[in-house]
């Protein structure tokens, strides 16, 4: 019965994540991105606004580490090539022992912790990611961006209800930011 | 090797589905079964096992519903081995799903259970208490760190904004026991001065924007923070009390390691108390992903058991169905049907045996038709036989009823075809009731007297008389119709009739011959007799002598009367036919009894002509007044004869003929006359030779026609004659 009862909880809740509507107060957007051109590389300043739905924070509090994938796509004017593609990963986790909030960019050492939890997004609110591109020919070009919570990198139970449930839906979508190269 | 790689194809096609079917299964299953070693790690195969599981499902669903359809197909249209197929499957569904269902009810509670029994109060509050005293540790710690930093701060003179004179005073307090690092910055967290215990370490790590706003704002920072090398420190900023001309002033930040047991412990109690977290939060999500891992399952063996039902019930009804398709085959005449795919069990053995039966009845049934063939072509050549044979042919079982009978019996009978078929000639008797002293003479016959018979019998048909001559044999017991009959009969009415009219000629012909030679000298002697006596004898014997010439005159003359009649019947034909008019030839011969002394009064009702009538008017006269004659003369003296003379034109077998009826409303012709009308010497008149009707039917008979005698219902005699009428 037990069971039974457990199966059902899941459908419903499919079908209850799958329906809701109305205002959210979470999720990721980008708001602007702003190139610089260095030496075979791009400095890109990305600005944006990412807020934690109440089930991620619960699950984050709970000890389960959320991954927030940041994607890069730098494409030539006709829009057909990718010229260069730089994926970033940042792991939030809770630390319960200090009551302290962790940031780590996945392939580097940089570790950082924060009393709040609003102090980490804040701090990743503002991001400077120095793209390495090599020679770029003069012209126009297009940067897409996109940040996103990685609900594959979530402990497997929780992935299927993830991928059907709205509160664990952020993402910010991809943006397009033109820019040109001069001689 | 087309046929080869065909079946090798289809079996591959066939058992690929259900090997990864199972491969996902046994995947799933493994993955349930790892529940209580790693719950957390799925693995990653995880979703891609839902989505094989959940396409495996689809397929497999697939594969059964159209197996299902087909065979409700099949049952609907009573197809062979169909009902067997889903009874079949009905029996191994029910011995398969209740313990499948057991097992499955089972797991799940097992299942719920094990992720119910990782949790434990007593464990999680016990963590939560070794968490709190960790964390009362690090508080402790904090207040003695903090206490020791102000007495550090009291102790470090005012340096000026001489950094060197900083470092040097901050070199003097670090230590291994803490701090460990020592630095001083501006408020907003530029350094200006630092020092570690460990000469070649890195610069101190800027504290955070939070902890630089706390020790602005409340003049102190502590917390217990993992540092870059992730090893759990307690940082310590705190304001110092002199200030940089201009400047918001300088903070003193310090770090102080913990005990490296206690960092141990506490780093051990957190992570169980993370994972414990972790699980304790993930365990509807897992107890639902397991559920629903064993549902899928579930349905997959459900699923899996349904198709194999399925197959194999069609596997073993298979050879049956063919077996009763080939039953259906050969009921319906089909006996070169042969079931192919022969099997090495029992089934096989029965097909086997089934084609083996079909071939021999295939040879029984080719012996059958070739004999039958020989049997039909005896019978059509008894039958071409039969049908050539002028003789009547009647062939009877052993209860009087005909079996065969051919062309000549019903054309001698005048009877159509197929007259007697199947019916008794008892039972035809009653429908045509001359046929009753042949129907009486085989009864008689059967059963009894000799095995072979013959006798002649006469029928009275259609107001003539058929002659027969029968002759019957017993069929032999050891035959077909044992205790039958077959009758021969011809029909010897005319042969009987020439025969006897032949001797009656020739009886004629001598009579004339030997009477009439001596009749002229009789007349003559006693005409003489006469002459000379009469003048001698006295007046009364003269008289008497008169009385007895003329007697014997008047017989003489009798007898040559008769004798000229045989003459005449005697005389073979010798007509001269010539075209005429019958109507007027009866209304002549009408028109000499129409005097006062003749009491005959005539109705006429004649067609003109007709036309294309060719006899000898000698002879029809003849016979007109033969007939006019018999008619008068049946009448009672005194009485007038009524005398009805009727032509009309008839077709008869294809041809015309002209019908001439005459009728009297007399007496009637006795029953002797009637049994033989035409016979000579068979007469009803006192005076009468016994020629008239067998003259009659002679003249008619040379004129090619027919003459019949009846008595109507009405009264009085009739007399029909046809003749044939040239086109």
Not at chain 2, 269 to 288: A, D, T
Not at chain 2, 399 to 409: F, I, R, S, W
Request: with cysteine; proline share 5%; hydrophobic share 45%.
């Amino acid at each position: 019965m037990r069971s039974c009862a457990s199966l059902l909880s899941i459908f419903l809740f499919v079908l209850v994540g799958c329906g809701q509507q109305g205002t959210v107060d979470y999720g990721f957007t980008i708001r602007n991105v702003s190139i610089s051109q260095a030496y075979q590389s791009l400095n890109v300043h990305l600005q944006q606004d990412m807020q934690l739905s109440q089930q991620a924070r619960e699950a984050l509090e709970h000890g389960v580490t959320l991954i927030i994938m940041l994607q890069l796509e730098l494409h030539n004017d006709n829009n057909m090539m990718v010229v260069r593609e730089d994926n970033r990963s940042f792991q939030l986790r809770y630390l319960p022992l200090s009551e302290r909030y962790q940031l780590s960019e996945e392939g580097t050492d940089e570790l950082r912790t924060f009393s709040r939890l609003r102090h980490l997004l804040a701090s990743i609110n503002k991001l400077n990611v120095q793209m390495t591109t090599g020679p770029l020919l003069p012209g126009n070009y297009e940067l897409r961006t996109r940040i996103h919570l990685d609900e594959s990198r979530l402990p497997t139970p929780m992935q299927l209800p993830a991928w059907f449930s709205p509160q664990w839906q952020h993402d910010s979508e991809w943006s397009v930011w033109p820019f040109e190269i001069n001689a | 090797m087309a046929f080869r790689n065909k079946r090798v194809r289809r079996f591959v096609l066939r058992v690929i589905p259900v090997v990864v079917a199972l491969v996902v299964l046994l995947i799933s299953l493994m993955l349930v079964s790892n529940v209580q070693q790693d719950p957390t790690r799925f693995s990653q195969p995880y979703v891609w096992v839902l989505v094989l599981t959940i396409f495996a499902l689809l397929v497999v669903s697939a594969a059964i519903f159209h197996r299902v359809i087909t065979l409700t197909r099949k049952v609907r249209e009573h197809a062979p081995g169909a009902m067997l197929s889903a009874r079949w499957v009905r029996y191994f569904l029910a011995l398969s799903l209740p313990p499948v269902l057991i097992v499955y009810f089972f797991s799940a509670y097992f299942l719920t259970q094990t992720v119910a029994g990782w949790f434990d109060v007593g464990v999680e509050a016990a963590l939560a208490d070794s968490l709190e005293l960790g964390q009362q540790f690090l508080e402790n710690r904090k207040l003695e760190v903090r206490n020791q930093v102000r007495r550090l701060i009291r102790e470090i003179d005012n340096p000026g904004n001489d950094a060197d004179v900083v470092r040097r005073a901050l070199l003097a307090n670090v230590s291994s026991a803490g701090p460990i690092e020592l630095s001083v910055m501006e408020a907003d967290g530029r350094m200006m001065a630092s020092a570690n215990i460990n000469m070649l370490a890195d610069l101190p790590e800027r504290p955070g924007d939070y902890a630089l706003l706390q020790a602005l704002d409340r003049g102190e920072y502590a917390a217990a923070e993992p540092m870059a090398d992730g090893i759990l420190r307690i940082r310590v900023i705190q304001r110092l009390p002199f200030n940089v001309p201009g400047g918001q002033g300088y903070l003193l930040q310090a770090i102080y390691p913990l005990p490296e047991s206690i960092t141990t412990l506490t780093s051990q109690i957190e992570k169980e108390y993370h994972r414990y977290q972790n699980l304790s939060y993930l365990r509807e999500p897992l107890k639902q992903s397991f559920i629903l891992i064993l549902s899928l399952v579930l349905l997959l063996t459900v699923l899996l058991a349904i198709l194999a039902a399925l197959n194999v019930s069609r596997k073993l009804v298979t050879p049956i169905s063919k077996l009763a398709q080939g039953t259906r085959e050969i009921a319906a005449g089909d006996l070169t049907y042969e079931i192919q795919g022969e099997t090495r069990d029992e089934l096989g053995f029965l097909v086997q045996s089934f084609n083996e039966m079909t071939e021999a009845l295939t040879r029984a049934s080719q012996e059958a038709e070739h004999s039958r063939a020989q049997l039909q072509s005896q019978s059509e050549y008894l039958e071409t036989v039969l049908g050539g044979l002028t003789a009547g042919v009647l062939t009877l079982d052993n209860d009087q009823k005909v079996v065969t009978a051919n062309a000549a019996a019903e054309e001698i009978l005048g009877m159509p075809s197929g007259f007697f078929a199947g019916q008794s000639l008892s039972e035809r008797a009653e429908a045509a009731p001359y046929l009753a002293p042949l129907a009486n003479l085989i009864r008689q016959q059967t059963g009894r007297g000799p095995a072979e018979w013959q006798r002649e019998i006469r029928l009275q048909a259609h107001g003539q008389t058929l002659v027969l001559l029968v002759r019957g044999s017993r069929l032999d017991k050891k035959i077909s119709y044992a205790g039958g009959m077959v009758i021969v009969f011809d029909d010897v009415t005319m042969l009987n009739q020439a025969q006897r009219e032949a001797a009656w000629a020739e009886v004629a012909r001598r009579l004339a011959h030997e009477v009439k030679n001596p009749l002229t000298p009789i007349r003559l002697a006693a005409e003489r007799l006469s002459m000379k006596l009469k003048n001698k004898l006295g007046e009364e014997d003269g008289k008497m002598l008169e009385r007895a010439t003329g007697t014997i005159v008047s017989q003489v003359e009798a007898l040559r009367s008769l004798v000229d009649a045989f003459g005449d019947y005697a005389l073979g034909p010798q007509l001269e036919r010539l075209p005429m008019a019958l109507d007027q030839l009866i209304k002549d011969v009408v028109a000499l009894y129409q005097h006062e002394e003749q009491r005959v009064n005539f109705h006429l009702k004649l067609v003109n002509g007709p036309p294309g009538l060719s006899a000898d008017s000698g002879q029809v006269r003849q016979l007109l007044h033969n007939l006019v004659v018999n008619s008068s003369e049946a009448v009672a003296d005194g009485e007038e004869a009524e005398v009805h003379i009727r032509t009309r034109l008839i077709n008869q077998a294809g041809k015309k003929w002209l019908e001439v009826e005459l009728s009297d409303r007399g007496p009637g012709y006795p029953r002797a006359v009637l049994e033989k009308p035409f016979e000579p010497y068979v007469t009803f008149k006192t005076h009468g030779s016994g020629l008239g009707l067998a003259i009659c039917r002679k003249i008619v008979a040379e004129h090619d026609g027919r003459i019949t005698i009846h008595n109507p219902a009405i009264g009085g005699a009739c007399t029909t004659i046809i003749l044939p009428l040239t086109q």
